[in-house]
């Protein structure tokens, strides 16, 4: 079932789902609510990495697993079913309860049938589903899950040009965007209590406000295509681009009023990809086709530090419990940890 499950990675991208627009989405656990032993072993390809409330990381592997690694590197795994029928995929945030929120797929139907989902995993194992089936709109991937100031769960829909919201008590709603070309990516809490993405479909910011209204900041250079994006500590966003062949990438800078600096990355062709705040003030950055892990100080003076792994493929990154910066190595199926020093320690998965 869980190979068949990778299969239908691809296929949930034109198979959809269904959004319910205003509608209350049913609920059900998908294993029982009580600690569950832990499984020993992880499929290649961590995706998406997260600092959980119990002291440990929390990330997803390529195999639809939830993983879960402390800050001395033991490893264990988290189940999201029995019998391999619900992955979790790209995206993983913790919510203001401790609990582990993921977007992912389920196989119902004997596996014929595929759908978007939104689950909730405690520390102690136990995980509830949000199932997307009620039929009335399609419904495409849901990912990029951000926290708004309204105690809702926002994400961000890739194909549908649409930013979800899911509320404590299980009402879906959604807000369109206004560019045609539109697919949310990143999504963050940010200044002004509103959400803010990267759209790198329409190759623009975005800002989404409480009352559900959107503004937008489009990037003066074409076909950038942002992708990360996080609050800094000095009130601004900042986002990753990425570059053409042969080309420099940028990290920008955008003001709530909307003024916009973009500071060239020195390597080319390295493809920054996920940026989150640090525990020393400055914001760091994945580069995915570099090996590399950047530094950016708010006045954008950038540092860089290898990965010992070649092709690593760093992913996503995140603060963790112990000072130091955790990510995600997708090519060579490790998690990492980075000092603000500089120091890098690699972690196996099995």
């Excluded at 789902?17 to 205003?22: N, T």
């Excluded at 990267?198 to 910011?205: A, C, K, L, Q, T």
């Excluded at 003066?220 to 942002?226: A, F, H, L, S």
Aim: glycine content about 14%; overall charge positive.
């Amino acid at each position: 079932m869980r190979d068949q499950m990778r299969a239908w990675g691809t296929r949930l991208l034109q198979l959809g789902g269904v959004l319910l627009v205003s509608g209350i989405l049913p609920t059900r656990s998908a294993l029982p609510a009580r600690t569950r032993a832990y499984s020993s072993a992880l499929g290649s390809g961590p995706t998406a990495i997260v600092r959980g409330g119990d002291g440990a990381l929390w990330f997803i592997a390529r195999s639809g697993d939830l993983g879960r690694i402390t800050p001395r590197g033991a490893i264990r795994v988290v189940p999201l079913s029995r019998d391999g029928s619900v992955v979790a995929d790209e995206s993983l945030t913790r919510g203001p309860d401790g609990a582990l929120w993921f977007t992912g797929a389920e196989a119902t139907d004997n596996g014929t049938t595929v759908y978007p989902i939104i689950g909730r995993v405690t520390v102690r194992g136990a995980v509830r589903l949000f199932p997307l089936t009620d039929q009335t709109t399609p419904f495409f991937q849901p990912e990029s899950l951000a926290f708004g100031p309204d105690g809702s769960l926002w994400f961000g829909e890739r194909y549908g040009r649409r930013i979800g919201r899911l509320t404590p008590s299980g009402r879906l709603s959604a807000v369109s965007l206004p560019t045609p070309d539109g697919e949310p990516r990143g999504l963050v809490a940010g200044p002004g209590d509103a959400l803010w993405y990267s759209d790198p479909g329409s190759n623009s910011i975005g800002r989404l406000s409480a009352a559900g209204r959107i503004r937008t900041f489009p990037l003066p250079r074409p076909d950038r295509g942002p992708i990360g994006i996080a609050a800094g500590p000095d009130g601004a966003l900042w986002f990753t681009e990425r570059s053409d062949a042969g080309a420099h990438a940028f990290i920008g800078r955008l003001t709530p009023t909307g003024r916009l600096r973009e500071f060239p990355v020195p390597t080319p062709d390295s493809n920054p990809y996920s940026i989150t705040r640090g525990p020393d003030g400055a914001l760091w950055f994945t580069e995915q086709a570099a090996d590399r892990i950047g530094r950016i100080t708010p006045r954008g003076r950038i540092r860089k530090f290898a990965t010992p792994s070649t092709g690593s493929g760093c992913l996503d990154i995140t603060s963790g419990p112990d000072g130091a910066l955790w990510f995600t190595e997708f090519n060579a199926n490790k998690i990492g940890r980075l000092t603000p020093t500089g120091h890098v320690t690699e972690f196996p998965l099995p």
